[in-house]
């Protein structure tokens, strides 16, 4: 594990504080529609998906979406935090064999043991604590585990400019009202850029990329590895 990966996967191995977030984490709830939409776009191009990896799955909503999209397809959950497995196990139980549980950094996806191969890589809500080198390494990494044609997708915050930011903060609690009780985690600031992704998916070989959703600070980045 790498420095910035054991920085960024502390506070997740703490068991009180990984379930209260994912109790509360109502947050969540509102990214049903970009989850619906990537799973939507592979279904589009790969309808015969077999194999989807989750990298930083926490609770595994977003492998969820995919593995009721592909009813025929495996899952591999990989998270670097052993009470965000257990989290994972209830609330994926009703997947049965079809998921399988790797505990792994997404700093060091060789050392978690990944299938390659796949047909789609996820991640959600964990790459934005990488800077800009960490989620080059990511994305480089995470390509080479994809077989052609699949899908790299990334449904993550993002740091806009200063003045965007202002925007952005001034009229967000119409939308989405702060919650003062919401457990509080590390986040590598500034954030990664757009321009900071797309530079690493570009990097990686990705270069058939879309922002295929995205609402104030959160995008869906969804690339396709050329057959």
Known sequence: MTAQGQQAAEVWRD???????AASDTFGDLLALPRAIAAALVEQDRPQT???????????AFLAAFLDRF??????????????????RDRLARFGDRVSYRLGDMTDLAGAGLPAGADVLLTSRAAHHLDAPGLAAFYAEAAGLLSPGGWLINLDHTGPSDVWDAR?????????????????HHHNYPLTSIADHLRGLAAAGIED????????????????RAD
């Not at 077999?50 to 595994?60: A, E, M």
């Not at 009813?71 to 994972?88: C, K, R, T």
């Not at 903060?169 to 509080?184: G, L, Q, S, T, V």
């Not at 959703?213 to 869906?220: D, H, N, R, S, V």
């Open 209 to 224: 990329v879309e922002i295929a959703w995205k609402a104030f600070y959160t995008c869906l980045f969804t690339g396709r």
């Open 15 to 21: 068991r009180e504080f990984a379930t209260g977030w």
């Open 71 to 88: 009813p025929a397809a495996a899952g591999v959950w990989s998270d670097a935090s052993e009470a965000m497995l257990e989290v994972a």
């Open 168 to 184: 952005f903060r001034a009229i967000r609690p119409a939308f989405a009202p702060p919650r003062p009780d919401e457990p509080k």
């Open 50 to 60: 077999l194999l989807v990896l989750d990298i930083g799955s926490g609770p595994g």
